[in-house]
């Protein structure tokens, strides 16, 4: 993932249909958090120091701890994030989706195209250019457990395209939704700071969120952003040097990857000293050009009929198979498939959500709840779609018609998959190199903006941390990345992403109940008598009490007395 730099100029949140505070939280006042700072920078640093000087017993260690992750809670990473989807839904489709993210009277800040094309930079990314051909070619070779499909046949490749949609769709921008909703609403519909503790004031109260319980939930959500983002920053590293290896010769190392992250590292410290924020907007919006021509590119020179035949296809497919896919546990002797794949999605979006949340309410202020929701979860799971099916589905077609061995690039791993698609098309050598740009300048503001992320959360909310701040966050990403590649490679970035997740699912889920306590009390969305819900709770009440009125009414609740009388009286 990657997303432009969030730190444009910021007007006071705006309250509840003008009744609340006229000005930003007082505690969102730029100065540092020095126990958040100070406890997350020694944490981080110790788990760089172990991963870099005691390899052997951290990779046992974290293959133990794995282990029993995977064996006692995948179940928990599964239900959670079929109650995020479900969340998004029916808040969206509820009386709640009239609430306006700011005053009642508020107005979006971006127009619609603005947003939509914002939306869309949020949803590409390192991920999508290290996975987007690796993972439907893996899935065609290597056909996931209980799909009944036999590799390299059409129903592999349709199974293929299936799981990949169900990875990288609706479920992670559900996890995301309630991310971002949660924080747009504490933002500018409360007038709270912009940190993730902000959003528990309705459990917690505002003094607990202003204190250490507060800070906790900010720990871990810090954690969180540094794993998953240090997740995404390896796998661009992995993939930087296998293009290099491509395109110049250079051997892929770990040496080669560790220059590689500690160039581009020098890079973003760069670009957070110099404060070109308008050239990292830039290079974000250069990105999605480049990104969207490659694609272009792809389709029109590869397999074009197949690929829309395989988009209207696959679409229905994943959508009849929904259900199926969400509910997997590993509970039948599937639970190493699910751990490398479908339970590492889930922590890595769980580990994104304060980013990505951040980023998508920085821009949603003025929307209604509904338009916020439809739009984060339709806009980027459609992108991600067709980028799937023209880059996944070339290469699939490409191997089934033996233009190319894509199955022998997929030995060297899903770095290397994408390099092969492009070598098997004309001017492969340049797509080549696009690509490895393309993911180098997606590390760049990866890392700048989720370090900006990280300095909002250990500064009380500030929307402008200190440069050392987000320098220092930049930093340690980048050497927990190389920690983990010199640890285990991908294993361990893997690893180290869901066990760092487990604490935070819980968080999330907590996150969800304070955010509907404060929807329900919210004028802004009307009458509760007018929700579908609460009309049948009246109903069954209503007939419950007659049945009662039957055998006197001196034997029923007085709840219900008050009803039937209330119903006598009208």
Known sequence: MSTESLDPPQPPPEPSGGTGPDTAHPAADGRPDHTVIVIGVLAVAAVVAWAFFGKDSFESASSTALSWVLDNFAWLFVIAADVFLLMCLCIAFSRFGRIRLGRDDSEPEFTNLAWIAMMFSAGMGIGLMFYGVGEPLQHYLTPPPGSGAEAGTGDAARAALEYSFFHWTLGPWAIYGVAGLALAYATFRKGRGNRLSSAFVPLLGEKRAEGW???????????????????????????????????????????????????????????????????????????????????????????????????????????????????????????????????????????????????????????????????????????????????????IRLDQTGVADMAGSVKDGAEASLFALLEALPLGTVTSVIAMLLVMTYFVTSADSASLVMGSLTSRGSLHPPTWLVVLWGVLMAAVAAGLLVAGGLNSLQTATILVALPFVVVMLTLCWALVKELREDPGAGPARHHALHGLRDAVRAMVGDAITEQGPDRRHPRLRRAAKSRTDD
């Not at 507060?214 to 040097?241: E, H, M, N, P, Y």
């Not at 229905?316 to 002797?333: E, H, K, S, W």
Request: aromatic content about 12%; glycine content about 12%; charged content about 10%.
């Open 213 to 395: 319980q507060g800070k906790v939930i900010d720990l871990l959500a810090v954690f969180a952003t540094v794993f998953g983002t240090a997740t995404s920053l390896g796998l661009g590293a992995l993939q930087v040097a296998q293009g290099l290896n491509i395109v110049t010769g250079i051997q892929d190392t770990k040496a080669v990857e560790l220059i590689i992250i500690g160039s581009l590292s020098a890079a973003f410290v760069l670009s957070a000293f110099s404060g070109l924020h308008k050239g990292v907007k830039w290079l974000s919006t250069a990105n999605i050009v480049m990104a969207a021509l490659l694609m272009l590119f792809v389709f029109v020179l590869g397999p074009t009929v197949y690929i829309l035949d395989a988009i209207p296809a696959s679409i229905g497919g994943y959508l009849d198979q929904l259900l199926p896919m969400a509910t997997r546990t590993g509970a039948f002797g599937d639970g190493d498939w699910l751990g490398a794949w479908t339970i590492f999605y889930w922590a890595w979006w769980l580990s994104w959500a304060p980013f990505v949340g951040t980023f998508i309410a920085r821009i949603s202020k003025g929307r209604s709840i509904r338009e916020f929701l439809i739009g984060v979860l339709l806009v980027p799971s459609g992108a991600t779609v067709v980028w799937f099916c023209v880059m996944g589905g070339s290469a």
